[in-house]
């Protein structure tokens, strides 16, 4: 089966998606119809309720497959008197894939590009454009990268079956958008009723009444049903389009290794997947490591720090670049295995264009530390954006990490609650391990079966490295109750702890001070002392 025709028959499968929802309409009418007709007057009454709330996420499933105007990721909308360079290679790529330039250009937070419209007559009449383009992406690309991308997103624009095939993408969006709205308003229900109900418990206890138990199971039930319904219809065009969406990726590979060149194509193609989970890994492990402190990094670096760690991890980087998915995402993913993809590119003959001709991407950008200030604007969220500003990156880790160490919870802290009834102090846990009891208190850890059948010394040694670890922890929070310890951060690797006078990192490859090593050991042992352990403690405060 040819492109077009292909793409004709996703237009169908779309049209088939209005065709369902009028079609259980129309059974929900009839169905009331003979209620009415043959049904006493209460009976067919019930009816028309039920048929009511049936034909309500039906007629909302209608409307949802409409795209809402404007919908998109967050982020700066920039002019072409704003960045002038960017909007020069933008409309450059548009006129050599034979394309319309978008109406406008989005700069986001986000490894990502693409191109979207408001389209009209379901995609079948072009709308104003837009391209979103992640800043972190332009952090991570060269600039003959960026090219390969933004050829790659307007090769989905061109050939004779433009529209259509177009529509293929819009419609598994659009149609997996309509499924999850369904959803969405299923859980809604279902947390609202929760809420209603906990409610009602709380004021029956407080009247000294039994509470009875919460059950939501009805809750949503009629937004699930016709998510199911939606589902299975979704599933036949997912599959009925894969093999549309899939070659589109294909052709727009090509279109990319025509425009931007083989190299570059297929070195952007290897990368997009590495900075995605570089990204990731940035995210949560930088740019959000003083969100329980309530801190954020210095200004304009809360994206801006992300250029810095791949940097630093360049090696690491380049030994994921050699593992390419070979995997499609799920079943029903449009786009085709990275390696596939990166193999049909460079079967390619060479051409010359490089990946790293014209230097980073990121310097497109008139005043790219403006850009990634003003980013954190537009992304984060208002609560976010009141938070306090660390004056630097060491800073923000001391606080992140006094804040987690204040707060710790282990399974040890929780045994050990729970076998002195009282707080989960070192101090604490020190007068049990002083009194013999390191051994029954290690019972209430949870256990694996083995751990939990094996006998004196085989059990010891099953659990020692758990409460090892654990110890460890209460000790540094210990000195960063007392201000005494401080955080060596690294874009390299992880945080190291520095205790007052130390020249070697706890938790970094140079491996644990050989003091406090060797006091913990010495805490638990077959024979248990906290001697050395209590010797490295800092004294604790004395009362005014």
């Known amino acids: ?147 390969a991308v933004l050829a790659h997103e307007y090769g989905h624009f061109t050939g004779g079956d433009t529209r259509l095939s177009a529509l293929v993408v819009r419609g598994r969006a659009q149609i997996g958008r309509t499924v999850g709205h369904f959803h969405a308003k299923a859980d809604s229900k279902e947390a609202a009723e929760r809420a209603r109900q906990q409610q009602t418990a709380a004021r029956r206890t407080a009247k000294g009444r039994k509470a009875k138990e919460i059950d939501t199971a009805g809750a949503g039930f009629t937004y699930r049903m016709m998510a199911a319904v939606y589902t299975a219809y979704a ?95 799920s079943p029903y993913d449009s786009h085709p295995p990275i390696a596939d993809r990166v193999a049909r590119v460079e079967e390619l003959p060479a051409d010359g264009r490089g990946a790293e001709d014209g230097g980073p991407a990121l310097a497109l950008l008139t005043d790219p530390a403006r850009t990634l200030a003003a980013l954190e604007d537009e992304v984060l969220t208002d609560e976010v954006r009141q938070f306090e500003r660390a004056p630097g990156w060491e800073p923000l880790l001391d606080s992140s990490m006094a804040v987690g160490l204040a707060n710790l919870d282990t399974p040890l802290h929780r045994a ?40 004196a010394e085989e059990f010891r040694e099953r659990v020692r490295p758990v409460l090892r670890d654990s110890l460890q922890s209460m000790v540094l929070a210990e000195f960063s109750a007392r201000s005494l310890l401080h955080w060596e951060f690294s874009w390299s690797r992880p945080a190291a702890a520095r205790l007052p006078g130390s020249a070697s990192d ?26 050395p352990l209590r010797a490295l403690l800092p004294p604790a405060p004395q009362p005014a």
């Not at 998606?17 to 043959?38: M, Q, T």
């Not at 009976?43 to 009511?52: F, Q, T």
């Not at 706890?506 to 001697?531: N, Q, R, S, Y």
Request: glycine share 8%; net charge neutral; aromatic share 6%.
């Open 1 to 147: 089966m040819g492109a077009t025709l292909r793409a004709l028959r996703a237009l169908v499968l779309l049209c088939g998606f209005y065709l369902l929802s009028l079609v259980l309409l129309a059974a929900l009418a009839a169905l009331d119809a003979a209620a009415f007709g043959w049904a006493p007057a209460a009976v067919a009454g019930k009816i028309a309720i039920v048929s009511l709330l049936l034909a309500v996420p039906i007629v909302r499933g209608m409307v949802m497959l409409r795209t809402p105007k404007g919908e998109g990721p967050a982020g700066i909308v920039v002019t072409e008197a704003d960045e002038p360079r960017l909007w020069a290679l933008v409309r450059e790529l548009a006129a050599a894939t034979g394309t319309a330039a978008p109406d406008t250009i989005v700069l986001t937070g986000d490894v990502n590009a693409a191109v979207s419209e408001e389209p009209r007559l379901l995609g079948l009449r072009p709308g104003p454009r837009r391209l979103y383009l992640g800043v972190p992406l332009l952090t991570g690309l060269t600039e003959a990268r960026l090219r």
């Open 235 to 329: 599933k036949l065009y997912m599959r009925a389009t894969l093999s549309t969406a899939r070659a589109q990726e294909y052709a727009a590979d090509l279109a990319a290794a025509r425009i931007a060149g083989r190299d570059a194509t297929a070195s952007a193609l290897r990368e997009i997947p590495v900075l995605a989970a570089a990204h990731g890994f940035y995210l949560e492990s930088y740019a959000t490591l003083g969100l329980p402190a309530r801190r954020l990094p210095p200004r304009g670096q809360f994206f801006g720090g992300f250029g810095r760690m791949l940097t630093a991890r360049a090696a690491e980087l380049a030994r994921l670049r050699e593992k390419l998915p070979t995997q499609p995402a």
């Open 416 to 455: 050990l609650a729970f076998h002195t009834q009282a707080l989960p102090t070192l101090p604490a846990l020190l007068t049990v391990i002083d009194e013999g009891q390191l051994w029954q208190l290690a019972q209430r850890l949870p256990l694996s079966e083995e751990a939990a059948a094996a006998k």
């Open 506 to 531: 706890l938790d970094g490859e140079a491996g644990t001070e050989a003091a406090l090593g060797a006091a913990v050991d010495a805490a638990l042992a077959d024979h248990p002392d906290t001697a």
